[in-house]
């Protein structure tokens, strides 16, 4: 099982940025997945979850209203488009796949993302 996000970078405040995470070594459309992020010196967080069709998506609060987390099964690729990024949503993003008999996930290796002018 791998996940590859890739997407991270610099964004000026204001600004939007679109993560990409790519699933391979398992079916991907077998899975929820969902997004987490963990800023220097703070716990990861997760900041959402889309069911495997992609009909259900449930989002942070601090989030809900400027990202959005769609996937694509045919390409086993999940998205995390970011709007109106904030200087407080510096952190490094990972995607997640979600075991729900084992109520776990399974992280990938993170991208950075900055924001700053």
């Known amino acids: 099982v791998q996940l590859v996000e890739s997407g991270g970078g610099l964004v000026q405040p204001g600004g939007s940025l679109r993560l990409s995470c790519a699933g391979t070594?398992?079916?991907?459309?077998?899975?929820?997945m969902g997004w987490a992020r963990q800023a220097p010196g703070k716990e990861r967080d997760l900041l959402g979850v889309?069911?495997?069709?992609?009909?259900?998506?449930v989002y942070a609060d601090s989030v809900k209203g400027r990202f959005t987390i769609s996937r694509d099964n045919a390409q086993n690729t999940l998205y995390l488009h970011m709007n109106n990024l904030k200087a407080e949503d510096a952190a490094v993003y990972y995607c997640?796949?979600?075991?729900?008999?084992?109520?776990?996930?399974?992280y990938g290796r993170g991208t950075q993302v900055t924001v700053s002018r």
């Open positions: 997640y796949m979600h075991f729900p008999g084992l109520g776990s996930n399974y």
């Open positions: 070594g398992f079916i991907f459309s077998n899975y929820d």
């Open positions: 889309i069911s495997v069709t992609g009909r259900v998506t």
